[in-house]
DNA sequence: GATATAATATCGCATTGTGTTATGAAACTG
DNA sequence: CAGTTTCATAACACAATGCGATATTATATC
């Protein structure tokens, strides 16, 4: 024989609060109401929940140890119902982000840890792919969102992208390495200097190409390739060798590794860095709690960008 | 907003059974049923509990986390099935039983160890009391049963009394004891020896009266009274005094303290040991447990008496 | 990629449960 | 022994739930 949940919730405020009357007013339900509900919840059940002819209703034995289940049902309901607030206003779930992955590692996962201290209920996936992957990714329903460098031609129609800085490259080595010492870098002077490299099929690879094409030097040596940003980081540090990496990821890496940025001008691929959500989908609301914050944490990152290049404008 | 602990439920088996059919068959509902309870709970939401699209359902997130706390609430809601079948079954409950001191003590007490190693969730709230007490008790709820010596004659119009067992009364003393190497024992042999009184206003008081007057002695010396039995069985046993008690309580007490019974006729009251219960009141369901565990008790108790009795004769 | 299969959604209709107000009965209070 | 409080009942509207029948749509199979 079930019985009816909300009738052993119903028992619980009664019992609690010592009688039904108050008990329906906490429910915010009419007397009789709650009434009818005892009524039927006695005749099922076939014995008395409550002692008879007594006028602030009193629980038998039976009923009050129903009253303490109901208490246990009612607690796990109000849970439910938090949960499902803290779920609408994005404070709680799961969030699957999708990202390049040295972006992802030097930019994005430090500003994870600050989101999840203020929405401890979000549990982040965080995963690694180049467009094409993110892109059937977030099809799939996969990704939630896809963070990544990207050109405005490149976005495409179902979707849409909210750029969130310029997604520029420099040339970086470590601090102090013999180039620093120099007032101003020649072609000649890299050229002794070994690369380290990112994956291959990586658009800051094509990017290195590119940069290094820019500057006239179309031949370079590769000492070491393949790593996440974690390995490049260790390479660079104990290293003379040089590597290409966006800006923001050298800023926010000097806190921890002591990094230099060359003064050489390269071209600058025409992407911006940014997230790509698929348009008329909104997924889970904390989607919207991630790419808001994610939006105001890189408004600050650029101005602290600015703040800095302009002091290092002044001092050189 | 309050969500129906219902719907939890059915979402919590639906996940379990990693689908909607299989679930509504746990249920014991169909599918379009529990399928509606579905849609409904999500409308409130106003979230998805299910992935779009996938035909085994699966749930979301946040259908997953409150899957949890319906399993919970489930878990409660069968727990309060149980609790009621076996409070229907008098196999939990509490039950408050009265009855006369020394017959409390000293036979039914020993047969409530052995009623809750059988019903262990029934709660026994003993106290003590005389025909007066007990009746009121009764009427007013506060005792479901009691337990005492009572003359066919003095049973109330509204309740209902079941003889258990005789109340025969017998003269007891320590073993050992003097009088009880003699083989007949007459009144000038037990004329110097102190006794035990119980409680002035109980019936065993004027039954010790009684007895002593039928065999001849009207005056009698009282070396100690007011005690419960368990102070009346040490200084029994302690010293030479004699008392009365029933033969039911010699008869247990000789387990634990060592008794004898005097072979001295003595006037046995017209009473019955039994319980009185109020007529077309059965009060929780483990009264009917108790009741008939001890009227089954007092049968072994009493074919256990017979047969020693039997054995007696054969000796003596 | 067409088709078969299994899983889910929707519809129509009867039944049950829930909510309300109005009102009666019973128990407590002073 | 009033007056008050507390609970039960009646009558009605409406929401939820039950069911079978049937449409829809992923997934599996060839």
Tied chains: 1, 2.
Excluded at 41 to 52: A, S, Y
Excluded at 81 to 109: N, T, Y
Excluded at 225 to 234: I, N, V
Excluded at 290 to 306: D, M, N, S
Aim: proline share 7%; aromatic share 6%; hydrophobic share 40%.
């Amino acid at each position: 024989m079930k019985l009816d949940s909300e009738h052993l919730e119903i028992l619980a405020v009664i019992v609690e609060k010592g009688g039904l009357t108050e008990g329906a007013d906490v429910l915010g339900k009419s007397q009789p109401s709650v009434s009818r509900s005892m009524a039927l919840l006695e005749e099922r059940i076939g014995l008395p929940l409550f002692e008879p002819g007594r006028r602030p209703l009193r629980p038998t034995e039976l009923g009050a140890s129903l009253a303490r289940l109901g208490a246990k049902i009612r607690s796990a309901n109000q849970e439910a119902s938090l949960l499902v607030q803290r779920f609408r206003q994005g404070l709680a779930g799961r969030l699957r982000v999708g990202g390049s992955p040295i972006f992802m590692d030097g930019v994005v996962a430090t500003m994870v840890a600050e989101f999840q201290g203020r929405h401890s209920d979000v549990q982040i996936d965080q995963s690694y792919g180049y467009l094409d992957q993110l892109e059937t990714g977030l099809r799939n329903g996969g990704l939630d969102v896809a963070i990544l460098p990207l050109h405005p031609a490149q976005v495409p129609l179902d979707m849409e992208f909210t750029p969130l800085l310029p997604g520029n490259n420099v040339i970086a080595c470590r601090a102090g390495h013999p180039l620093t010492r120099r007032k101003a870098i020649t072609l000649a002077d890299i050229e002794p200097y070994a690369w380290i490299a990112p994956p291959a099929n990586s658009p800051l690879y094509r990017d290195l190409q590119r940069a290094l094409k820019s500057i006239g030097q179309e031949e370079f040596r590769v000492n070491f390739s393949g790593g996440t940003l974690a390995s490049m980081q260790s390479v660079l540090a104990g290293s003379d060798a040089l590597t290409v990496l966006p800006y923001s990821v050298v800023f926010l890496s000097r806190r921890t590794v002591p990094l230099e940025v060359l003064p050489l001008k390269i071209d600058h691929p025409d992407r911006q860095l940014g997230f790509l959500t698929v348009t008329d989908r909104q997924g889970p609301p904390a989607v919207r709690q991630f790419t808001g914050f994610l939006a105001a944490e890189f408004q600050r990152l650029q101005a602290r960008i600015e703040h800095e290049q302009k002091l290092t404008l002044r001092r050189g």
